[in-house]
């Protein structure tokens, strides 16, 4: 579609689909401006929907607002606009995370905008899925293609073997055991729960996102209760042998996290558009030391962002958005 003036219904559209993306918790933390001068969006951290406990350095904030603003730009070249994006343009301004700007009208459509196309559609059935996966395998050309979407974004995404994701999901079930034991971080989590009988807010997550729990105890998802009895958590078998990406970047600084967040949500979408199912796997990063020791199968200079398990499935409940709103100046 191509829209010769950019007015208030496709500020909200884009803005719509940009909150569309994952975050921790879905506690949605950010913001949006508009500098109406040259309709440049704007792109803050909302640091009172942080975690204090499981994200203190905001990697996970970031992690998130790079998915958002990974999102509005697919939004806007559906729309066939080229967006001019730039990571933490203002150093005077830390909470200011990424501005998008719309560029221009693209004349005709090439294969990369047609990806677009295919990823603005991806946008709106993109869940999280904490359910079981088949066995089915994920061809070698779909591994390749998720692998150069991370890239594209400035990060990488490696498949370990079967031994390395056993390690991996090994430290992945140690920090989720440390956070059932460190009473701030299950209270904290558990505050992220809808409980059944209140109105539905619109952020967190209903239970009926959250999934069963492994019946052999392979695949450690989060359990957000902190409390694992068997007559409060659903069991069942899961896939065997799952299939769970590494996403890294080079370096380690804020602009990598949030790269490390677009290529996330690039993954993502083009996975969803394979019909593939996905649940993040963000536990061990929380704990330094366990995130440490995550990078060892691969090269050092490496640093792990989370872990991606990807399969064919059923589909995850969709989980509530806040109502879009953007500050004009």
């Known amino acids: 579609m191509k829209n010769a003036t950019f007015g208030a219904a ?19 933390p950010w913001r949006f401006g508009l500098d109406s001068e040259t309709v440049t969006f704007e792109v803050r951290a909302d640091p009172e929907r942080g975690l204090r406990y499981a994200d203190p350095e ?10 958002c603003v990974f999102n509005l730009r697919v939004a806007l070249a559906h729309f066939g606009w080229s967006p001019v994006t730039r990571l933490l343009p203002s150093p005077d301004d830390p909470d200011l995370l990424a501005t998008v700007r719309p560029s221009g009208l693209t004349a ?8 677009s196309e295919d990823l603005y559609e991806a946008v709106w059935c993109r869940h999280s899925s904490r359910f079981p996966f088949t066995s089915r395998p994920l061809p070698a050309a779909v591994r390749d293609e998720l692998a150069a979407a991370a890239l594209a974004e400035g990060a990488s995404l490696r498949f370990p073997d079967e031994v390395d994701v056993t390690r991996m999901l090994r430290l992945t079930a140690e920090a989720e055991r440390r956070n059932r034991l460190e009473a701030d ?7 992220w729960v809808h409980r059944d009988l209140e109105p539905t807010p619109d952020t967190g997550l209903p239970r009926t996102a959250l999934g069963p729990q ?7 998802l989060r359990d957000f209760s902190a409390q694992r009895h068997p007559e409060r958590l659903t069991a069942r078998p899961f896939e065997a042998n799952p ?15 949030l790269r490390a967040g677009q290529g996330l949500e690039h993954v993502w979408l083009v996975a969803t558009a394979y019909g593939l199912r996905a649940s993040l796997l ?25 872990l991606i398990r ?18 004009l100046p």
Do not use: K, M
């Open 310 to 327: 990807l399969g064919y499935g059923p589909e995850g409940p969709a989980t509530p958005r806040r109502t879009p709103g953007v500050d």
């Open 243 to 257: 299939v769970v990406a590494l996403l890294a970047t080079e370096h380690d600084r804020r602009v990598d996290w």
């Open 185 to 191: 971080r299950a209270t904290e989590g558990r505050r």
């Open 214 to 220: 492994d019946a052999h105890e392979r695949i450690p």
């Open 58 to 67: 905001g990697r996970a904030l970031l992690l998130s607002v790079g998915a």
């Open 10 to 28: 496709l500020l909200e559209t884009c803005v719509s689909a940009a909150v569309a993306a994952p975050s921790i918790h879905n506690t949605q």
């Open 108 to 115: 005709r459509q090439e294969p990369e905008q047609e990806r």
């Open 282 to 306: 963000h536990q061990a990063v929380e704990w330094a030391d366990l995130r440490d020791a995550l990078d060892s199968a691969f090269d050092a200079t490496a640093h792990p962002q989370l």
